[in-house]
Structures are given as structure tokens and as C-alpha cells.
């Protein structure tokens, strides 16, 4: 099974920050990495695909880079609505798994 | 616009079984993959099976054996049967699909919870 390792596995920041969040997959997965935001009680949004494809409707303020083993999300100007806890999954093959996530807490 | 609405969720003692359905709208099961996945209180996410449009499943080793996932293409939900249910089971399961490779759909969950 792949295995994900997110860091940090959370992080305190302010409104208008920039947050970055690393995943790394134990095996190279090209550029089948996803990532979700949850927040609590709900269920998980999909934020990117393909690494670094932008799902419709999520704000541009969220972007994705990375490809094999190391991939980052990134958001460019924290907002009050972007705290939660982000995961991302490898789509490479199966069985999918997750990384054990990133809370993005109010510093 | 689409909508997925688990249902069957609730408490059950081990070894025990239940059925959770998803019932879809906006949305054709049998033509897209759907997949399970649950999380467990205060955890992360695992995945826990998926059904191809062409009917291919496939399972997690936690549940390969026990789990059954299916689809009534006339009724347009999708099923997870649990058998011999255990603690380590509990949990919020979600129905979500699968596009691409990535879960781009989901429902808001339906809590199992395995305990005597």
C-alpha cells in the first residue's frame, strides 16, 4: 500500500497568510494526488485534482504543485472560511489512501 | 444538481450486520464508480470500497470479507452490506464517486457505531 505523510500535522496562522501543507507519497504516484478540505461535522470538499487541477468553484486562492513523491497545496491569503483540516489522497492505485491531515487552526 | 443521502446508520453489537444505502439524485449510480469511505471519531479518512460502472468491486483488506458493496440501478442507490461487524468499525461513512480518480462527490455520512 502507498503510503501519505502530510506535514505539518497542524498549523497556526492568521488571516491573510500564506499556508503551505506538504504531502509526501512513499511511492512515486506521477501526478495522482488529490486534496479535500474538511470541516467539522461535514463532509470532506474536494479542493484539487490531478495534483494541481483546480476543482470548479474553489477559489483561486488555493493552488497545488508536485509531482512522483512530493506535493504541496497552498493557500495564498489565508480567509476566516479556510479553517478546517485538509487532507490529500493518492489516486495512483488502489487501495486510495489518505494522508492523516492538516488543521489550520486561528493563530 | 447532485445529491447523495446515506442512510441505514446506528448501533450495533459486534458481530452484528447492517446495510447502508445512498441514494442518489441529480446523479446516475450505474453509470459513474461510487465508493465508501468512513472515518472514524476524531481520525482521518479511509477508503473502504469502490463499484466500477461496469460492476468491479473492490475492498480494503480491513473489510475484504466481510463488507459487500452494491448497487440497485433501478432505485439509483448504492449499498454497503456489513457482516460481522467489530469496534474498530465505528465509524461516519460516507458515499462518494469517484471521477477520475477522485472523490469529487460525497454525501454528509451516516454513523455506525460498533459496541455491546
Known amino acids: 500500500d502507498i503510503q501519505m505523510t502530510q506535514s505539518p500535522s497542524s498549523v497556526s496562522a492568521s488571516v491573510g497568510d500564506r499556508v503551505t501543507i506538504t504531502c509526501r507519497a512513499s511511492?512515486?504516484?506521477?501526478?495522482?494526488l488529490a486534496w479535500y478540505q474538511q470541516k467539522p461535522g461535514k463532509a470532506p470538499k474536494l479542493l484539487i485534482y490531478a495534483a494541481s487541477s483546480l476543482q470548479s468553484g474553489v477559489p483561486s486562492r488555493f493552488s497545488g504543485s508536485g509531482s512522483g513523491t512530493d506535493f504541496t497545496l497552498t493557500i495564498s491569503s489565508l480567509q476566516p472560511e479556510d479553517f478546517a483540516t485538509y487532507y490529500c489522497?493518492?489516486?495512483?492505485?488502489?487501495?486510495?489512501?489518505f494522508g492523516q491531515g492538516t488543521k489550520v487552526e486561528i493563530k | 444538481e447532485v445529491q447523495l443521502v446515506e442512510t441505514g446508520g446506528g448501533l450495533i453489537q459486534p458481530g452484528g450486520s447492517l446495510r447502508l444505502s445512498c441514494a442518489a439524485s441529480g446523479f446516475t449510480v450505474s453509470s459513474n464508480y461510487m465508493s465508501w469511505v468512513r472515518q472514524a471519531p476524531g481520525k482521518g479518512l479511509e477508503w473502504v470500497s469502490v463499484i466500477y460502472s461496469g460492476g468491479s468491486t473492490y475492498y480494503a483488506d480491513s473489510v475484504k470479507g466481510r463488507f459487500t458493496i452494491s448497487r440497485d440501478n433501478s432505485k439509483n442507490t448504492l449499498y454497503l452490506q456489513m457482516n460481522s461487524l467489530r469496534a474498530e468499525d465505528t465509524a461516519v461513512y460516507y458515499c462518494?464517486?469517484?471521477?477520475?480518480?477522485?472523490?469529487?462527490?460525497w454525501g454528509q455520512g451516516t454513523l455506525v457505531t460498533v459496541s455491546s
Open positions: 511511492q512515486g504516484i506521477s501526478s495522482w
Open positions: 462518494a464517486s469517484l471521477t477520475y480518480r477522485k472523490f469529487d462527490y
Open positions: 489522497q493518492q489516486a495512483n492505485s488502489f487501495p486510495l489512501t
